[in-house]
């Protein structure tokens, strides 16, 4: 059993493989991650705009990228877009499908944020003399993004458990590697270690998220 | 030919669709197994969890929460490839289905047992003392009295998760698993043609619009009221 799963040879052999992964994994994230929240930002403020002909497009956007499983997104770009002679390759595709995705979900919680801010917010600050673009960008997005943070944290936990799928169009990211790694060895020991360096890497933040939920249930 | 009609020939293409249109029929049927069973099986279990967690067992609890955090922070397709690829060495195959369903089960069982955990605390004290001393045992409060007060609140984060989990059976097509995009995606590379991933993602939109535009209705008719 645990020369199975896990077998110290093996691991030795594996480790530098698994690390250029997890360097990958690590890039992949902060790449896609501030991606999202820039596509998810340009949703929430369009949707500021009141008009029904700005809405319901919208509205139809977001929905219609959260029906869209991610891997079904990224494939289709993947496997389609060379045919219309782009080739983007799979960091391109992993980028793009990213922002279309979770955009979409930053969105709808950037939304939320903004408008759980009062009125009265805006107004005052409108009256002091701020502008528009002022408002927005120091006093109302401060307040709502306090507002809505464990839900925009938990969303970035999913992102990066999501930058696995880059494995399926062949990014060398930590999936990817330790795959390699098994087919090479016959054994799941790589698979297990990337396994247990996503835990180490990921745990604090749902440890906190967890008692943040606890916290956010309890006080509601 | 022009380019439009290129473009048309290229993505919609009658013949290759006319040819590969049931094998999405069946990659639909195949999502939609996986999914329920997914859902019933995860849920169930996430709510056995959070009652035993109630009776209030510290090593139990401990233990739960572990598998809980660990299950929540490993993408789920690691889990997916570590039980599909992971497991034969002990003698133990479990099929690409059989893979994908433990692996979105056990995914969607620590994020439930969280939520209903979540919402079982947020019911007051004086609920649980009040229906102890009119002679409710221990099992009966919690069922009767606690578990529909917390369950109303739970629907909305319940019901977002689930749609989230759901849409994983896609991962599937990785471990040979014929639901709609392994379909497609086998169908791409049968005709040397994009037409069939059209249809894919038509199929996913059919199965999973209704949903999303559900959930949303849901999350707004049983939103916590402060």
């Known amino acids: 059993m645990l020369d199975t799963f896990f077998n110290i040879e093996i691991m030795k052999a594996a480790w530098p493989i698994l690390l250029a992964g997890l360097g990958n994994t690590l890039l992949l994230s902060a790449t896609v991650v501030p991606l999202g929240l820039l596509g998810g930002l340009i949703l929430a403020l369009l949707a500021r705009l009141r008009s029904p002909w700005v809405r319901w497009p919208l509205m139809a956007w977001v929905d219609f990228f959260r029906a869209f499983p991610p891997l079904v997104l990224l494939i289709f770009l993947y496997a389609g877009l060379p045919f219309i002679g782009l080739e983007l390759g799979g960091f391109g595709c992993v980028a793009i499908a990213f922002f279309l995705n979770t955009g979409a979900y930053y969105g709808e919680i950037l939304r939320a944020g903004i408008d759980s801010v009062p009125t009265g917010q805006s107004e005052a600050a409108r009256s002091t003399g701020l502008s528009a673009t002022q408002t927005m960008a120091w006093v109302i997005l401060p307040q709502a993004v306090r507002n809505v943070l464990p839900d925009l944290m938990s969303n970035t936990l999913e992102v990066v458990k999501l930058t696995a799928l880059g494995s399926v169009v062949a990014m060398p990211e930590l999936l990817f590697q330790a795959r390699q790694a098994q087919s090479l060895t016959y054994n799941p020991t790589p698979i297990v270690v990337a396994a247990l360096i996503y835990f180490a890497l990921l745990w604090p933040l749902v440890r906190l998220l967890s008692r943040l939920e606890n916290r956010a249930l309890r006080a509601g | ?226």
């Open chain 2, 1 to 226: 030919m022009s380019s439009w009609e290129r473009f048309l020939d290229t993505f919609f293409n009658a013949r290759v669709m006319a040819k590969y249109w049931p094998d999405i029929l069946y990659g639909m049927w195949v999502t939609i197994e996986l999914a329920v069973l997914v859902v019933i099986t995860g849920i169930a279990s996430g709510l056995l969890l959070a009652l035993l967690r109630a009776a209030g067992i510290r090593p139990v609890n401990w233990l739960m929460i572990f598998v809980v955090d660990v299950l929540r922070a490993l993408p789920p397709l690691v889990i997916i490839v570590l039980i599909y690829f992971g497991l034969p060495s002990v003698d133990i195959a479990p099929s690409g289905f059989v893979s994908t369903w433990a692996a979105l089960a056990l995914v969607l069982m620590a994020f439930s047992e969280e939520i209903f955990w979540s919402g079982i605390t947020a019911v007051p004290r004086g609920q649980w003392e009040a229906s102890r001393s009119t002679g409710l045992s221990f099992t009966q409060t919690l069922l009767f009295v606690v578990l529909p007060q917390a369950l109303r609140m739970t629907i909305p984060p319940l019901t977002s998760r689930t749609i989230a989990i759901t849409k994983g059976t896609a991962l599937g097509s990785v471990v040979a698993v014929s639901e709609i995009l392994g379909q497609a995606s086998s169908a791409v590379s049968n005709s040397y043609n994009p037409s069939p991933l059209m249809l894919g993602a038509a199929a996913y939109l059919v199965l999973f619009i209704p949903v999303v535009v559900a959930g949303r209705w849901v999350e707004t008719r049983f939103a916590w009221k402060k």
